[in-house]
């Protein structure tokens, strides 16, 4: 069984917005920094946000200003606010824990959530 479970996602048009969540084991949620990760057609993973289990946010370029990480402790749930979206934020959008010292992830991956940018 996976450790996390990502929903949220769906068909938007440009401009539109969605909020992804994340639900998470209790016993890693509190330990380690969660990153939201994407998979677009033909490419790598790559990791968009982050936040560590003190709230410090990272953000890749092409999300600033627009994405908002964030978490909730007591529901062990992390949240990404995503506005203004993109058609090339299109992808497979997933969750998991890092080790800050390599960004190597730590878990296995759940299934995902899909997001469509689409006029």
């Known amino acids: 069984q996976g450790q996390f479970v990502e929903s949220g996602g769906g068909s938007v048009q440009p401009g539109g917005s969605l909020r992804l969540s994340c639900a998470a084991s209790?016993?890693?949620?509190?330990?380690?920094?969660m990153g939201w990760y994407r998979q677009a057609p033909g490419k790598q993973r790559e990791q968009v946000a982050s936040?560590?289990?003190?709230?410090?946010?990272n953000y890749v370029d092409s999300v600033k200003g627009r994405f908002t990480i964030s978490r909730d402790n007591a529901k062990t749930t992390t949240y990404l606010q995503m506005n203004r979206l993109k058609p090339e934020d299109t992808a497979v959008y997933y969750c998991?824990?890092?080790?800050?010292?390599?960004?190597?992830?730590?878990?296995?991956w759940g299934q995902g959530t899909q997001v469509t940018v689409s006029s």
């Open positions: 936040i560590t289990n003190v709230g410090t946010t």
């Open positions: 998991n824990i890092f080790r800050p010292a390599d960004g190597s992830v730590m878990a296995s």
């Open positions: 209790r016993r890693i949620f509190s330990l380690y920094p």
